[in-house]
């Protein structure tokens, strides 16, 4: 029988949909200050959700992907355009929500929606910065954050288990046409794929943990040696 695809959502600039032959749905949020709107999507004027949405895509295994477009042309979001991303993410039955992207200030709507997708048995995965800085849904309960790790490549992660962040993986990501990427963004990217690779769709969010932990190559935070100064 063949396996079951995963279905996942993507929190971030939407995807240039040639690119991506596997997308389900997409929907642009449109926060107008007073209430946030739905409308039709339009192309990435980042760029950054496609590169973010075909490295996931490119796990070797059956995978539909939603499109939620919360970051606008200058690249912001707003915590209620990211909480009603993940609302339509799991009205369409999104298994993992990924959301390469933190937010600087806890709001109780953003915290509201990652709860209910947690009670609703979706994994979420966000980006954590690297120097440890509090972003937000990273910050959240349950939520499985991911920062660069220099050790890992491409299908390598490490369990980093720190203050900051849960897991580290590849952090940098070159394109087709030879642009390169790199940080916070690309590594959670990077660990979503991994988890699409080597877990099954539809177990617990106790078993996706315990299964990455078990798996990642290297056990603790990056060493660096000192440097010496004359």
């Known amino acids: 029988m063949a396996e079951r695809a995963w279905r996942i959502a993507v929190l971030d600039s939407g995807v ?5 032959p596997n997308v389900q749905q997409l929907v642009r949020l449109v926060d107008d200050g007073d209430q946030v709107h739905r409308r039709a999507a339009v192309d990435d004027p980042l760029g950054h959700g496609t590169l973010v949405a075909g490295i996931i895509a490119s796990a070797p295994k ?8 919360v970051l606008n042309e200058r690249g912001r979001c707003t915590a209620a355009a990211l909480a009603a991303g993940i609302d339509w993410a799991l009205q369409h039955g999104a298994e ?13 709507v953003l915290a509201a929606a990652v709860a209910a997708g947690r009670k609703s048995g979706a994994l979420v995965v966000a980006a954590a910065p690297a120097r440890g800085l509090t972003t937000y849904p990273a910050a959240y309960p349950g939520v499985l954050r991911a920062t660069g790790d220099a050790r890992c490549g491409g299908e390598q992660i490490s369990f980093l288990n720190s203050a900051s962040a849960d897991f580290g993986a590849c952090p940098v990501h070159t394109d087709s046409m030879g642009n390169v990427a790199r940080g916070a963004s690309i590594a959670a990217a990077y660990l979503s794929r991994y988890i699409l690779t080597h877990v099954t769709a539809g177990v617990s969010a106790w078993e996706v943990y315990q299964n990455l932990m078990q798996s990642a190559v290297f056990q603790g935070p990056e060493r660096h040696c000192p440097v010496a100064h004359a």
């Open 96 to 108: 993992l929500l990924h959301v390469s992207l933190g937010l600087p200030h806890d709001r109780a």
């Open 16 to 20: 240039e949909p040639a690119l991506m």
């Open 62 to 69: 059956p995978v539909e992907l939603l499109i939620a477009q």
